[in-house]
């Protein structure tokens, strides 16, 4: 049975166009950066910050040429302040974010954290999405499989998500549908375009993958 639907409860996207690649994206795969009073470079993760908006997609090699071209100056018709540690400082701004949203979806009882307890919401399907620490043994997470029209999510540390449970490490952990779900798939999922990691491809992509 497939299980390669995805879960999007969200309407229609935004779209805005990439001045790296010049394609038009969903705003929720992109980054959106506004240029300071003082001609310095500011990345807007929440996007709320006033100012005409410079969006670019939310991966390593869009970033890298829009900083190595100048495109962000071009694209301001003014001089621009970018940091060297640009990329790093968005990976930590996203891997916060992505944080501090489950751990929100903990206190209101949308997440669950623990192999017992994760493989109980899976068995009731009641996750809709299933998170594993890129860092857990691969031979515990494949006894868990993404949930059917759900969505895996494998890129954040062991200790990234202890820090959304109160805990020093968390190896799998689940949501269920909710609002804050919904925005922990898309944060979550800017987030893995800056990290290049091994190991991401959910259970069952693995097994798929393997025959």
């Known amino acids: 049975m497939s299980r390669n639907r995805s879960y999007d409860t969200a309407g229609p996207a935004q779209e805005r166009k990439c001045i790296a690649t010049g394609a038009l994206c969903p705003t929720r795969d992109m980054l959106r950066f506004v240029v300071s009073p003082d001609g310095h470079l ?12 410079i969006w670019v997609s939310s991966n390593q090699q869009a970033l890298q040429k829009a900083v190595k071209k100048r495109l962000f100056a071009h694209s301001a018709k003014q001089p621009v302040q970018v940091s060297e540690t640009l990329l790093q400082d968005l990976e930590a701004q996203l891997s916060r974010r992505v ?23 899976l068995s009731k399907e009641q996750a809709k999405v299933l998170v594993q620490s890129s860092d857990g043994s691969e031979r515990g997470k494949s006894k ?3 949930p059917y029209g759900g969505r895996f999510i494998g890129w954040l540390r062991s200790d990234e998500l202890g820090m959304a449970f109160g805990r020093q490490t968390v190896i799998h952990c689940a949501l269920a549908s909710s ?11 800017r987030l893995k375009g800056l990290r290049i990691t091994e190991g991401t ?11």
């Open 42 to 53: 500011v990345a807007d993760v929440l996007g709320k910050l006033p100012g005409r908006g």
């Open 99 to 121: 944080i501090d949203l489950l751990s929100l979806a903990r206190k209101s009882g949308r997440a669950i954290a623990g192999y017992e307890k994760v493989k109980d919401w």
């Open 144 to 146: 868990l499989s993404t």
């Open 179 to 189: 609002g804050i779900t919904q925005r922990v798939v898309e944060e979550a999922q």
């Open 201 to 211: 491809k959910s259970p069952l992509q693995k097994e798929k993958t393997a025959r």
